[in-house]
């Protein structure tokens, strides 16, 4: 039983299917999965996307498998192994934030996420790396160090859900969690070949998930497949009295994502190309990033799309850089965090800083310590930026309306994934780095990452559709039918299949 089952590229529902067939079970499916952890990111290329591994995770699939021979399935997710970015605490396991001070503290309960996922029968496989409080887009942390990409390990495979993007994309477990504040779901998707979604804020609880901007924070998934992101976004979505953002789903029309996937979305789907959003096509960074985009606007176009080229936002980039609240309000949604918690190491921002406990390439977590208020609602430019917020989402609304699209499309991030070297010589700053996925996150919108293939050099590159707020069915339904066109999802040659 269960030893011909082909794990690389598997599905929610190629698991269940082999459930039900006897073809397999949850312990050696979690086996599976663990060995391919141990031969390729604790050894092999060595990529160093996984923090802790759960020590329960076999004895959990045990139990699931035990329900299953007497009631069927407990849930949705029965017996599907789950990665969660070490942001998200969890009762049973090591919660780090990708922080060194850290590296002890059990949480006293799980986060809301991995309740609703439990309860769905999902196994928390194992906790992923990240900068040290989700505070970059390049995958260093101090508690683990460097995470590679698997397409080249060579070069950064994107923050700050830098581990689950690794883990996913390499096949470590079937589906997992990431969390998006400036684009941090979206761009390490881009660069590890996957789907990931950004998710209107509060349609997903952020209890028991450490803060960067509390506003703008989300959690979410990143999948190989849009059915099991949309399978994994049925299951954990609701109201949480312990976040009061999730209120905004009181007025959310309740629905199946996976039921209603449409195939047929393209044809008619009015899509806008913001042009300025797009790198060089003439340079060596940008330019293969442009021409796969550009592929992928020619698939949508082919399966029935309106495509309007060029559309823009005026002021654009003013409106980017009048939005940014990360050097204004993070340090005190972290240290409201923190200082809730009586057995943390840490209490506070100040410190984690004084203590070194950071890894030396974090330019925000440091700016964040030097230089980000203590009480942000005493200073003017904290209220000139939450105010500007909300010109920008009117700026970008407005372009919707007046050439009557369904979303907006351009490159989750301008350039192919940079190297190593280029990150630890201090060439790339966090806050300049050309990610486009700042927009959606800074004007309250909702984002898809969609895979556009790999480059001449096989490095992974993203296409971005921005989503109207709280319209999540059309990016899926988008992505999906986008999916049914063209095969652009192919998993790394430096983790292949395991004898």
């Not at 390490?188 to 349609?203: D, E, K």
């Not at 299951?235 to 047929?264: C, K, M, W």
């Not at 980039?317 to 965090?337: C, E, G, P, V």
């Not at 406990?357 to 925000?364: K, R, T, V």
Request: overall charge negative; aromatic content about 6%.
């Amino acid at each position: 039983m269960s030893g011909n089952f082909e794990v690389m590229e598997a599905t929610i529902d190629d698991v269940h299917t082999a459930y039900e067939t006897g073809e397999l079970t949850a312990v050696t499916l979690v086996e599976q999965y663990l060995d391919r952890i141990e031969a390729y990111d604790s050894q092999g290329p060595e990529l160093n996307s996984i923090i802790t591994v759960n020590p329960h995770a076999k004895t959990q699939a045990q139990a699931l498998d035990s329900q299953f021979e007497e009631n069927g399935f407990v849930g949705p997710l029965h017996g599907i192994p789950i990665v969660v970015k070490d942001q998200v605490e969890t009762a049973d396991i090591t919660t780090t934030f990708g922080s060194v001070a850290f590296s002890e503290y059990t949480p006293e309960q799980d986060a809301t996420l991995v309740t609703k996922l439990k309860s769905a029968g999902a196994i928390i496989l194992a906790k992923t790396n990240l900068p040290d409080w989700a505070t970059s887009w390049f995958g260093y942390s101090s508690a683990i160090g460097r995470t590679k990409n698997p397409y080249d390990p060579a070069r950064d495979p994107g923050g700050s859900s830098s581990g689950t993007g690794v883990a996913v994309a390499a096949n470590f477990g079937l589906v997992g969690i990431g969390e998006d504040t400036g684009g941090s779901i979206r761009l390490p998707a881009a660069y590890n070949n996957l789907f990931g979604i950004r998710v209107t804020p509060g349609v997903l609880s952020r209890a028991g998930m450490s803060p960067l901007v509390a506003s703008q924070d989300t959690p979410g998934p990143m999948s190989r497949t849009v059915t099991d992101l949309a399978a994994v976004l049925d299951t954990i979505i609701g109201y949480d009295p312990a976040d009061e953002y999730t209120a905004i789903n009181a007025v959310r029309d309740e629905h199946s994502f996976v039921d209603q996937l449409d195939e047929h979305r393209l044809d008619g789907a009015r899509i806008g190309i913001l042009r300025d959003a797009f790198g060089s096509e003439d340079d060596a960074e940008s330019g293969p990033v442009t021409q796969l985009v550009n592929d992928a606007i020619e698939t949508m176009a082919n399966a029935g799309a309106e495509i309007v080229d060029p559309v823009s936002v005026p002021n654009l980039d003013s409106h980017m850089a009048n939005t940014s609240l990360y050097l204004l309000q993070s340090k005190r949604d972290l240290n409201a965090f923190l200082s809730d918690r009586d057995t943390a190491p840490r209490r506070s921002v100040a410190e984690l800083y004084e203590q070194g406990d950071y890894h030396e390439i974090l330019d925000l977590f440091i700016g964040i310590a030097e230089e980000c208020p203590d009480e942000p609602e005493s200073e003017l430019a904290y209220w000139k930026a939450v105010a500007s917020q909300q010109s920008f989402q009117r700026a970008v609304l407005n372009v919707y309306a007046s050439h009557d699209l369904d979303v907006l499309l351009c490159p989750d991030v301008q350039v192919v994934p940079p190297t190593a070297t280029a990150i630890e010589s201090g060439e790339l700053d966090t806050l300049t780095f050309p990610t486009n996925t700042i927009l959606a996150s800074q004007c309250g919108l909702c984002a898809i990452s969609i895979p556009a293939g790999l480059t001449d050099d096989g490095l992974p590159a993203g296409v971005e559709l921005i989503g109207k707020p709280h319209d999540e069915q059309t990016l899926l339904s988008l992505a999906y039918a986008f999916e049914q066109q063209t095969n652009t999802r192919s998993p790394p040659e430096t983790t292949p299949k395991l004898d």
